[in-house]
């Protein structure tokens, strides 16, 4: 009995001992064994693990791809228009030794702090290196710029046993004081596009009317023309038939013509003629007739 009661209180502490020997790694997580401060054991792969207990610690590490968003700093561009800009990157504990080495018993946080500042030391030195202006930033080049800030973050990380996965520029905004300068210049420009737009479109319409105009005096030159050769053609039947009729018949010829004449002379309100009595003109009025009335008498 006195055994027993030894033993089982044994029991216990040798249970206990050897559950608290006992450690699991998850497949999200990173662990290293120290003991008293010094590494012994990395375990990097999902499983169970054993240390000494009460003599070794596990320490864990998120294996994931984390998150960090940094604060609005100001950056100045080749062309000294100020921008706000603030980023967000994606890291991940690359070197769990390297990560304690450099933050020791910190963790996490000291960590996103220190990578928070390379972040912005790298962003001003990008954003603000020579050839960089704000239009660049604002446009597609702003890609490229993200990528040289995540290979230059990555080269300072990589003393902290971090490995920057991207970086992203979230906002791009003008400083509160610069934008109505900034929305008054925009204006300007935008103002002087349309100035030009619309020189253009004149200079345009100037081309079509001239065109046009050119046009409008070649067809009309040119149905002038053909208007003037069928005038002349009609005028040369027209006396061709007036011959003919003159060759076929003298006297009738001279009538029509004289009567042609009377109605021409007497158009109007006016129909009173001074002239002698014998003149030729009054020959088919008087009853002389012309030739064919002499003839007749």
Known sequence: MKKLGILIPVAVLAVAGALSSIFIVTETEKVLVLQFGQIKQIKDTPGLGFKI??????VRYDDRILSLDTTEIEVT??????????????????DVVRFRQAVGALGERAAEARLASILQTQIRAVLGSEGVTSNTILSSDRAALMVEIRNKAQARAEALGLDVVDVRLKQTNLPE?????????????????AADEVARGEEAAQRVRAQADRTVVELVSEARKESEIVRGEADAQRNKIFADAF??????????????AYENALKGSNSTLVITPDSEFFEYLDGSGGRGAAAAQ
């Open 177 to 193: 004081q610069n934008l109505d300068a900034t929305f008054a210049r925009m204006r300007a420009e935008r103002e002087r596009e």
């Open 77 to 94: 561009p080749s062309d000294d228009r100020r921008l706000v800009v603030d980023a967000f990157a994606r890291y991940r504990i690359a």
């Open 247 to 260: 060759s076929a018949d003298p006297d009738f010829f001279e009538f029509y013509r004289s009567m042609s």
């Open 53 to 58: 207990p009460l003599i070794q610690e596990v």
